[in-house]
């Protein structure tokens, strides 16, 4: 299905009806829209899949629609606190993926309903230092008023209120949008935008009140919203993960954000800037390097630390979240 998600479709979604499938959430990552790295971090799948399970529970909780089914034990369905172990394994209803054509999205205006939205929605709590949004700002792709500030914002800036952007989902390389270009490429009624942007702020706050409680801020993130059978709107993919969402403890990036800031010091990554806008722009990076060992012990510790302080419950035998930004900032500072 991705590079870091397979997918096992136990039945079919059609025009008419939803599907159900699942997720298997593994242990490989990536970065910069590459594809699969060269490593693989142990527990990152089973961190995740409990993660997000624990958030679509809480969206249904407050009223919010989602594919989420339960989490697979033993072949059976059940809630996040019915498990015994760690699963990596969720079960949802599954839509349809209506592929443009380019840059030509016709088709999400003739098809009304069971389909993906193309667009990922991003809240944006603050700005930290690496925010592609100093990047578009610097490029002059927009402008600090076309984020709704009235002064041009400085890095690690807190806003007074969460900024909501877009991007496209489903073409080679994602593309951030202005909203009306959103609207009119996913088809999009004024109602529907209006619906996509509130559930995009009450998602956000349960977001922050829950991972507050681990002592982490909720700084930015993702979600990626699905019409059903009839045109009604759903959160779909996964949520609330640190590779969804940017989250910060002591200062220091707990998401996969750390990975990122490995690679923006090597030359494989200052390959992928120069190779940017060519269509074989992955062949001329050529392959990335591979990680540190005691980096890759690190990051696992942090998503597993991650999910047991987010979910509350002790799934995996590892130190306290605190402990593990102790270990990545020694390793990080280097």
Do not use: Q
Not at 297 to 305: G, R
Request: one cysteine or more; hydrophobic letters at 35%.
């Amino acid at each position: 299905m991705s590079s870091v998600k397979d997918l096992i479709v136990l039945k079919e979604p059609k025009r008419d009806r939803t599907g159900i499938g699942r997720f298997v959430f593994s242990d490989r990552y990536s970065v910069f829209d590459y594809g699969v790295m060269p490593d693989l971090i142990d527990g990152k799948g089973k961190a995740l899949c409990m993660i997000t399970s624990y958030f679509f529970e809480k969206l249904e909780e407050s009223g919010i629609r989602t594919h989420y089914l339960g989490l697979v034990e033993d072949n059976k369905i059940k809630r996040i606190d019915e498990v015994e172990e760690p699963s990596e394994v969720m079960e949802v209803k599954l839509v349809r993926v209506l592929k443009p054509k380019g840059y030509d999205y016709s088709i999400f205006k003739l098809e009304r309903s069971n389909f993906l939205i193309p667009l990922e929605v991003i809240y944006r709590n603050s700005l930290p230092e690496g925010s592609s949004v100093f990047r578009r700002l610097e490029r002059g792709e927009i402008s600090h008023k076309d984020l709704g500030l009235d002064h041009y914002p400085k890095p690690n800036e807190k806003l007074e209120k969460p900024i909501i952007d877009f991007s496209t989902k489903l073409e080679d390389r994602d593309r951030y949008l202005k909203w009306d270009e959103a609207r009119e490429i996913a088809g999009l009624s004024e109602d529907e935008f209006d619906e996509i942007l509130h559930l995009t702020l009450r998602i956000d706050e349960i977001i922050t009140r829950e991972v507050e409680k681990a002592g982490l801020s909720n700084e930015d993130g993702k979600i990626e919203f699905a019409f059903d059978e009839k045109r009604g709107l759903m959160v779909v993919d996964a949520v609330g993960t640190p590779d969804e969402c940017r989250f910060m403890l002591e200062g220091l990036h707990i998401s996969k954000e750390i990975l990122r800031r490995y690679y923006r010091r090597t030359d494989w990554y200052r390959r992928i800037e120069e190779a940017k806008g060519n269509p074989n722009w992955r062949e001329m990076a050529g392959k990335p390097p591979r990680l540190p060992k005691d980096l890759i012990k690190a990051v696992s510790d942090m998503y597993k630390a991650c999910c047991n302080e987010i979910t509350g419950k002790r799934w995996f035998e590892v130190g306290s979240l605190r402990d593990v930004v102790r270990e990545l900032r020694d390793l990080t500072s280097n």
